[in-house]
């Protein structure tokens, strides 16, 4: 519920630096199993962006020691947030 009022994406200027520092506490997260992963992962994925984020987030997704988990939650947020992002332009 936290997430679902947090992330508006009327707000866009205001929440991009956030979308930034999902990845920055998702590099330094010990998901704690597959349950723990889709929660925190899943449940704080950004609804909105810029284009950087979504370097940064298959760059994450991509990298060696990303949990498998998180590899394919992140993979699937950029690629939604790439078509929201096309949708709104």
């Given at each position: ?10 707000q866009h ?28 992962v899943g ?13 940064r987030a ?32």
């Amino acid at each position: 519920e936290v997430a679902n009022a947090f992330w508006r994406p009327v707000q866009h200027p205001l929440l991009v630096p956030w979308a930034h520092r999902y990845l920055d506490e998702l590099e330094k997260l010990d998901t704690g199993g597959m349950l723990a992963a889709l929660s925190l992962v899943g449940g704080m994925v950004p609804t909105t962006c810029d284009p950087g984020w979504l370097d940064r987030a298959r760059e994450l997704a991509t990298a060696e020691e990303t949990d498998p988990m998180v590899r394919n939650r992140l993979l699937t947020g950029a690629d939604t947030l790439e078509r929201m992002l096309r949708a709104r332009s």
